[in-house]
């Protein structure tokens, strides 16, 4: 993916299909081994993913 905000683009996907899915969990896993840090943009992105996840509006889809 190796855009500036790539962890935040892919939290969108997830908030817009209301599903965390294997493929957008693995890429989000990649892009934070491949850049080393995170930075605000995505870490903001990340918590508001955890916080709509605990509050049951976006659901963890399971590998087939």
């Known amino acids: 993916m190796r ?14 299909i209301k599903k965390l899915t294997p493929e957008i969990e693995n890429e989000i896993n990649s892009e934070l081994t491949q850049m080393g840090y ?4 995505d870490y ?6 955890m916080a709509e ?6 659901k963890l889809v399971p590998s087939l």
């Not at 903001?44 to 993913?49: G, K, V």
């Open 53 to 58: 996840m605990d509050a049951g509006r976006i």
């Open 38 to 41: 995170i930075s605000d943009v």
């Open 3 to 16: 855009t500036k905000f790539a962890i935040r683009q892919l939290v969108e996907r997830a908030l817009v």
């Open 44 to 49: 903001e992105a990340l918590e508001l993913l």
